[in-house]
Every structure is written in C-alpha cells, then in structure tokens.
C-alpha cells in the first residue's frame, strides 16, 4: 500500500496537471514496487516557502538525514 506524500513550495497547477503528476508517479511506483495501481495514493501538499522550514525541514528532513534514500543537495 505505497502512499506519496509530496510536500512543495507552491505551483500553479490546474487539475488535468495534478491527475497527469499522480498517474506518472503511480507507474513509478508500481513498476519498483510491483504493485497494483488501486494500491498507491498520493498527496500533493504545498508549503508556502517561509514555513518550509518548521514544516518540512526540521520534522522530516533534517532529523532523517540519514534515513532518505535522496537526499537535497541543501540545508537550513
């Protein structure tokens, strides 16, 4: 059951762009998961850039470091 949650600054995406974001994601996931598309959920969540920080950077990024298989070539 692989759910994406992504978390970004602000886009200004219609509707027909988040469903295309979804369905590329999803075979991603599929194909590396080997799993069945009514298993994977994804979330888009946008995080204005000046609260980045409190809530994304130091609950998720920062303090797993080392657990992110991608890390940002960034820090805070």
Not at 42 to 70: F, R, S, Y
């Amino acid at each position: 059951m692989p759910h994406i949650d992504i978390k970004c600054f602000p886009r200004d995406l219609n509707d027909e762009q988040k469903a295309a974001l979804a369905e590329d994601i999803a075979q991603v996931i599929i194909r590396h998961f080997d799993s069945k598309d009514s298993s994977v959920s994804v979330a888009l969540n946008q995080v204005q850039p000046e609260d980045w920080k409190a809530q994304v950077w130091d609950t998720e990024i920062g303090p797993k470091m080392d657990e992110l298989i991608k890390k940002p070539g960034y820090s805070m």
